[in-house]
């Protein structure tokens, strides 16, 4: 059974200038154990239909008008402020992108390594600290314990997103969601949080869900992979599947305008134009304009769900690409 | 005078004096950001600069057009002195080298008209006459794709990839021989990315220009340069021509670099080994005695954190390797 399910959600932003719909009816469910990729390009809602359900976000400008999130069967959309805390930050954790930002920077690590453990698990300010130095050594950080007395300016971008890391797990999370947690950093090091990741999900057997708009990442690290667009998902299939027989325009067109290092490419086929404004969306696909396979049907209406195979979906009308 | 390169960089060093403590007694100390390096770029070709955040690249691209002045070294344009010059000499010179920055966001002024930016330039240098300075600006912006009606626009009017756009025009404008274009893609989308590059691409061809592309990311520079020089902490560990690089790479830094950049293509990247680096980068106020990348090195010696090691050839005249473990390819 899958572990957190989200159906049909919407997240809009009331602002001055009208609705923004950022997430426009968007349903995927994630299994134990997996990891569920999230691809898009800036704007398209892989970020804002986390943070909404999570009530990361403030509200108002924030409404969602309709929608499910369900967590073991329970709607956290209904749930109350309390219950919620109770799962977010023990259940489901979050790693974010900037390690700089996202760290109290008048904290020591240890203050805000112990925090989860002794509001979550109630344990003694020893027993969490226990707890958390051992956390740092899994996560690859030598002498836990003067880390856990240091600040976090003491410690390089790698460093910070494995204390992140660390203190995400602390609680022994069943889902951890992942937001371009190695965007900021350098390849190199990208390559050993990637690897951390993957040998605690092993060790674990947590879910990732992984948010990126880099192709190569979820490549490498998705089971499943889900394509976002201008609030939307508009396709979503194993990770192999939606490399090779991508069935969706939008995908298509992103993994061959993506430049590759193991290609000698001479032109980069192009998508033309930019993303909609997302206050003005009409009713028909939201990609209709920097289509090349665009129909009169798909001006007018957002298509249904087409099934290709029990695991892989599109939303697209146009079936021969 | 036989073939002449259209830049020449000597031994090129960029140090930035830190302060040390409340009151500075004793010994000054420098972060070596750039800390000699030496290439030549031919005209119309592409050399792409790469490596991780810190190892002097954004640095060595400034020292390049004097927007921060090198330490020390020597910078010849088309056999011309570039680092002695001063004054009116060095305005004149000037236009030939100009740049592209990675945030279109902070390099261009939110106060004034696309009209008012890409005149500038003309107007700094005295190259413009009004009625040919119209028709100038108007040329270029019409090359990078961005509608006429533009010039009386804001830039908080327009999205990044537009921005980028302009900020190429606002290079172009001046008809310089080279460009230095620091990380240009990095901070757009990938399908805003793919249209830029191409830009890039066609404008450089048919301007017959030269270019030094500064990314972190190798498919881009794979993708746009002839040449890469990869660096480590204020030095060039391996040039090579593009396709030899990646093909096979040389370096111990060089090779964990390219094994650590991941592949859209799940087959392939599931059978990929990675090589890690240990530890992270070193201080570039106190860089490692000897070879730099000892401290991190797979195959480091116990030599190796005495004698440096120097840019050598390596097989073809175009490929040079830092690295004492190298042994030179025996010619075919």
């Known amino acids: 059974m899958a572990i957190l399910e989200i159906k049909n959600l919407q997240a809009h932003f009331h602002t001055r200038k009208g609705i923004v719909k950022a997430v426009n009816g968007i349903s995927y469910s994630l299994e134990p154990g997996q990891t569920l990729g999230i691809v898009g390009e800036s704007g398209s809602g892989k970020s804002v239909s986390q943070l909404s359900y999570l009530r990361l976000l403030p509200s108002p400008p924030l409404r969602i008008p309709q ?39 008048y904290l020591t690590i240890g203050s805000q390594l112990i925090e989860p453990l002794m509001i979550h698990l109630g344990q003694s300010k020893k027993v969490a600290w226990k707890e958390a130095c051992d956390a740092l050594t899994r996560v690859g950080i030598g002498e836990a314990d003067k880390a856990m007395k240091s600040y976090p300016h003491e410690f ?33 090091v990208q390559a050993q949080i990637l690897e951390l990741l993957k040998k605690l999900q092993k060790e ?78 009409s ?34 009308h146009v079936e021969e690409l | 005078m036989a073939h002449m390169n259209l830049l020449k960089v000597e031994n090129l060093k960029v140090h930035y004096p830190i302060r040390t403590g409340f009151i500075n007694l004793g010994e000054k100390k420098f972060l070596k950001a750039v800390d000699g390096v030496s290439f030549e770029l031919n005209s119309g070709e592409v050399l792409g ?27 010849h344009l088309s056999g011309n002195d570039f680092m002695g010059i001063k004054g009116e000499a060095l305005r004149k010179i000037r236009p030939q080298i100009q740049m592209i920055f990675q945030d279109p966001y902070a390099s261009l002024n939110p106060r004034m008209t696309i009209e008012a930016t890409l005149r500038e330039p003309l107007e700094a240098h005295g190259l413009c006459d009004s009625s040919e300075g119209n028709k100038l600006v108007q040329q270029v912006l019409d090359r990078v794709g961005i509608s006429p009606k533009a010039l009386q626009k804001y830039p908080h009017e327009f999205s990044g990839g537009q921005r980028q756009r302009i900020a190429i025009a606002r290079a172009l404008v001046l008809k310089p021989k080279i460009i230095v274009a620091d990380e240009p893609v990095s901070s757009l989308d990938v399908s805003v990315q793919a249209q830029v590059l191409n830009l890039l691409k066609e404008i450089q061809r048919e301007f017959k220009l030269s270019m030094i592309f500064i990314s972190h990311n190798l498919s881009v520079v794979k993708y746009i340069a002839d040449r890469i020089a990869v660096m480590y902490l204020g030095k060039i560990v391996e040039t090579a021509d593009r396709t030899d690089i990646f093909k096979n790479p040389q370096h111990p830094y060089t090779q964990a670099l390219i094994s650590a950049v991941p ?31 000892h401290t991190r090195c797979p195959i480091a010696k116990e030599s190796c954190k005495k004698d440096s090691p120097q840019l050598e050839n390596f097989g073809t005249s175009n490929w040079q390797v830092s690295c004492f473990e190298v042994k030179s390819r025996p010619s075919p």
């Open chain 2, 49 to 75: 600069l790469v490596g991780e955040s810190g190892c002097g690249k954004s640095s060595l691209g400034k020292a390049l057009l004097r927007l921060q002045e090198p330490t020390s070294g020597s910078i």
């Open chain 2, 263 to 293: 592949i859209p293509d799940p087959k392939i990247e599931k059978m990929r080994k990675r090589i890690e680096l240990k530890g992270e980068l070193p201080s570039a106020v106190t860089p490692p005695t000897g070879c730099t990348f």
């Open chain 1, 67 to 105: 929608g499910q999130v369900l967590y073991r069967g329970q709607d956290l959309l209904t749930l109350p402020e309390d219950k919620l805390r109770a799962i977010r930050g023990h259940k489901i954790s979050m790693i974010f992108q900037e390690p700089m930002t996202s760290l109290n920077p």
């Open chain 1, 156 to 188: 390089s971008g790698g460093m910070r997103q494995r204390v992140m890391i660390a203190m995400a797990l602390t609680t022994r999370p069943e889902v951890l969601i992942a937001d371009e947690p190695t965007t900021a950093l350098d390849v190199t």
């Open chain 1, 204 to 281: 674990t057997g947590m879910a990732i869900l992984l948010i990126t708009h880099d192709l190569g990442v979820i490549a490498g690290m998705a089971d499943k992979v889900v394509v976002m667009y201008a609030g939307r998902v508009f396709e979503e299939g194993p990770v192999e599947t939606l490399f090779e027989k991508s069935a969706h325009p939008y995908t298509k067109a992103l993994l061959k305008s993506t430049p590759r290092m193991d290609q000698l490419q001479e032109q980069i086929p192009v998508i033309g134009g930019t993303i909609p404004d997302l206050s003005q969306l």
């Open chain 1, 283 to 316: 009713s028909g696909c939201p990609f209709y304009d920097r289509c090349s396979y665009k129909k009169d049907i798909c001006q007018e209406t957002f298509p249904l769900e087409r099934k290709l195979s029990s695991s892989h979906h599109t939303f697209c």
